[in-house]
């Protein structure tokens, strides 16, 4: 199984156009263009997420104007995008068909293919004590590392071919969930990742 994507090159950087944060305040928070092929078969179902693998592990160091934050910073995973149920017959999912546009407090009802489920990312927990920004934030939502951070971030899309049509999930469900309840069903994992930085010296 493969999938890729016309809107950033494998490892490359992805446009301000696909992300939360940009130099300018908020980007455009449009998902990448994705596209895949090869599925097993017995394909029932697709779960897809997208993990930024570089997020730094202590949080009270973002943003801050008195300190950068190091490359060998130690690093953990932050989660942008959480769908499941994607139906078996989808093969691509179209630049802005997900989300298009920032929504402060997070997406109510996020757009996607008929019949699969938005689950939480991790903005949830992220913006929770802020006042302007705190809600339940389902689908996808883009990167937005800390504009002080010296280390680029690596966003992997994952792809998994499930021998199920449904996932045991609950009604609120996050990237947790959706690991737990396709346990024992992956046919097929694929992925691809870009790259997103704020830092001008980041490297």
Known sequence: MR?????????????????????G???GNRNPQLAWEHAPPATRSFALLC??????????LAGRDDVEIPVAHPRGEFVHWVMADIPANVRELAAGSCSDGV??????????????????????????NSDDMRG???????PYPPPND???????????????DTLALPER?????????MHGHVLAEASVHGTYSLHPGAG
């Open 173 to 181: 469900f996050a990237a947790g969930d959706v690991f737990r309840a």
């Open 150 to 164: 010296l280390r680029v971030h690596r966003y992997f899309f994952r792809l998994f071919a499930l021998d199920v």
């Open 103 to 128: 929504d402060k407090g997070g997406k109510r009802a996020p757009r996607g293919p008929a019949g699969a489920r938005q689950g939480l990312n991790d903005y949830t927990g992220w913006f929770a």
């Open 25 to 27: 305040g908020f980007g």
């Open 51 to 60: 993990i930024d693998a570089d997020a730094p592990t202590d949080p009270s």
């Open 3 to 23: 999938i890729h994507s016309s809107s950033f090159e494998p490892g490359k950087p992805i446009a301000e156009e696909f992300a939360l944060g940009a130099s």
């Open 136 to 142: 339940d934030y389902l689908g996808y939502d883009g």
